[in-house]
């Protein structure tokens, strides 16, 4: 096409005019929502300094640092106005208020973990701000009821901590990873080494405080029990901003019992892994032993690495009584146990080394950053030798990919699949979680989105099936996402049905409710249904 000079420099002022226009219009919207929040926060903290727009100089780090996926921090991904950092309970009460009164569709971060970057990142909202609660993270531990109340910023690491200040012999069934927000970790279920003991994190609430999208602070009496339902593993950012919850600790032996044993190929991996999945939800619940599978080079050679971990409440001598009557073909022996307390047990789990301060707890960023695509499913009956490998196949084929399987049974399957929104209960033998990683950021992504979406075709005939289950927390937009504000039903059901399977209904049901305008929303939120009005 030809331009003339006339037309370019047409062009150029348009541009620059429309440039100038959202520079003025986003300036406008934060002087707004300054004046906004101070009106309606009841604490004299200054407002303007929780806020980070573009021309602050720490914009770009606050955005960033607590962002575990580096693919929703690269320049093409979208980015918020502004990012608001409450110091109270308050300003979150603000923030919902006046985001409401402005038209500006808010995110929720608390940890910074979400797999597909809901959290601080959106595909379809154009405008946008994120509420970073991490500042929010007080927890109050109370040893003679069994229970603390704590704040939704506050990470897996700082609770466990805070716990084992108190006791030695009280504990928190959540995650293993540390560095996650306890906020957005419980609204999908949150498992570890101690789900199959005692349940899940979801399963251990006993009250919440949230803002519903009315801007109001409610606790599990206000909220009512069909809220306080949805909020224990239907998902973040659905009903309302979660502020504080209230758990119940478990009681855990002085000394608890950690292992790790590896086998590769050649050493009979793959008849070992076989024999893993007959027994791994059946052992004594006391025991948990998670595998971690991935390519290693073994004398020059490329091959696979199984490695087993293994979690027991209990002494060494009473857990290599347990794995001789259930799984004497793993062969540990007692050179390989380490005999910790809990607390030891939650470094030894996240893989730090020997010798870490338990004071790295208290470190809120991430160790673990970098470009990666994930997926769940979950597994009823054990996969075939001739298929496991064929999954080792391909694992050889990628660069980085990393395998976990996490057993289920004891616990677990003793809870109803509608106690919570939580459903993959009874009959599961172990969450399948696959994730391949990468460092040449956006130029790799399609590459190695196709090779996990190989893999996941493969694994079809040996998953759940009906629906084919996956795991909120390990959120997946392959699965489907809303494709604008206006979320559909018939769209959602059919992500909606692989993660809640029929609690979803119930959980449309609850947003209808609550929330009937949709203000919570992101890309994989709960819908309402329409409301009709005469």
Known sequence: MFCSKSSLAFLFMVLLQSEISLAISTDSTLDKFITCAQVHSSVTIPISKTIFNPKNSSYTSVLQNPAVNLRFIEPSVRKPEFIFTPLHDAHVQAAVICSKQLGIQIRIRSGGHDYE?????????????????????????????????????????????????????????????????????????????????????????????????????????????????????????????ILWWKIKLVPVPETVTVFTVTKTLEEGATKLLYRWQQVADKVDEDLLIRVLISPSNVSSTRTISTTYDGFFLGNSDRLLQVIQESF????????????????????????????????????????????????????????????????????????????????????????????TPFPHRSGTIFIFEYMTVWTDGEKGTEKHKGWIRKLYGYLTPYVSKFPREAYVNYRDFDLGVNKNSNTSYIEASVWGKKYFKNNFDRLVKVKTEVDPDNFFRHEQSIPPLPVWKN
């Open 117 to 241: 970057g809901v959290s601080y990142t959106s595909v379809f909202e154009t405008r946008f701000i994120v509420v970073d609660i991490g500042n929010l993270r007080s927890i109050i531990v109370d040893i003679e009821k069994s229970s603390a109340w704590v704040q939704a910023g506050a990470t897996n690491g700082e609770v466990y901590y805070r716990i084992a200040e108190k006791s030695k012999i009280h504990a928190y069934p959540a995650g293993a990873c540390t560095s996650l927000g306890i906020g957005g970790h419980i609204t999908g279920g949150g498992y570890g080494s101690l789900h199959r003991k005692y349940g899940l994190a979801a399963d251990n609430v006993i009250d919440a405080r949230i803002v519903d999208a009315n801007g109001r602070i409610l606790d599990r009496e206000a909220m009512g029990e069909d809220l306080f339902w949805a909020i224990r593993g239907g998902g973040g950012a659905s009903f309302g901003i």
């Open 328 to 419: 004497p073909e793993l062969g540990v022996t007692r050179k390989d146990c380490v005999e910790l307390d809990w607390i030891g047990s939650v470094m030894y789990l996240s893989n730090n080394p020997s010798g870490t301060s338990v004071e790295f707890l208290l470190q809120r960023k991430s160790v673990f950053r970098t470009y990666f695509k994930a997926k769940s499913d979950f597994v009823r009956d054990p996969i075939p030798e001739t298929a496991l490998e064929g999954i080792w196949k391909l694992l050889l084929e990628e660069d980085s990919p990393v395998v976990l399987l996490s057993p289920y049974g004891g616990k677990m399957s003793k809870i109803s699949e509608s106690e």
